[in-house]
C-alpha cells in the first residue's frame, strides 16, 4: 500500500492465506486517489489459482515422461513455420545441443 501512496499507478499483489486448514488465494489491487486516500480492491482467485498449479503440476509430469524416453521427440508448431516447441533430452544427447531448458 505505502507504493501506492507515492505513486500514481496501480499496484497489484497476490497473497495467500489458510482459512480453516486451507489454502485460499486472493489479488489485491491500490490505487492513490487522492493524498493520503488509497483505495483497495479485493478478490479472491482461489479458483483459478489452484487451476494454474494443476496444469503447472501437470506439465512438469508431462515433461518428465517426455525426457525420460529413449527415443527423440520433437514437437513442432505447424501454424507457425513449424517452429521448434520441444524436444526431449534424448534429442540433446544425440545432437551434443542443448535446447529449451
Not at 489458510?18 to 483497495?40: H, M, W
Not at 509430469?61 to 501454424?79: A, G, M, R, Y
Request: glycine content about 2%; some cysteine; charged content about 35%.
Amino acid at each position: 500500500m505505502s507504493i501506492a501512496l507515492k505513486t500514481d499507478k496501480l499496484v497489484e499483489i497476490e497473497y495467500s492465506l489458510s482459512i480453516k486448514d486451507e489454502i485460499n488465494y486472493f489479488e489485491a489491487r491500490f490505487l492513490k486517489l487522492d493524498d493520503g486516500v488509497v483505495t483497495c480492491i479485493v478478490r479472491d482467485i482461489t479458483k483459478r489459482k489452484k487451476k494454474d498449479i494443476a496444469i503447472q503440476q501437470n506439465q512438469i509430469l508431462l515433461n518428465s515422461i517426455l525426457d525420460n524416453l529413449p527415443f527423440l521427440v520433437i514437437l513442432k508448431d505447424v501454424k507457425d513455420d513449424f517452429r521448434y516447441i520441444y524436444w526431449n533430452s534424448e534429442c540433446d544427447k544425440q545432437s551434443g545441443f542443448r535446447v529449451f531448458r
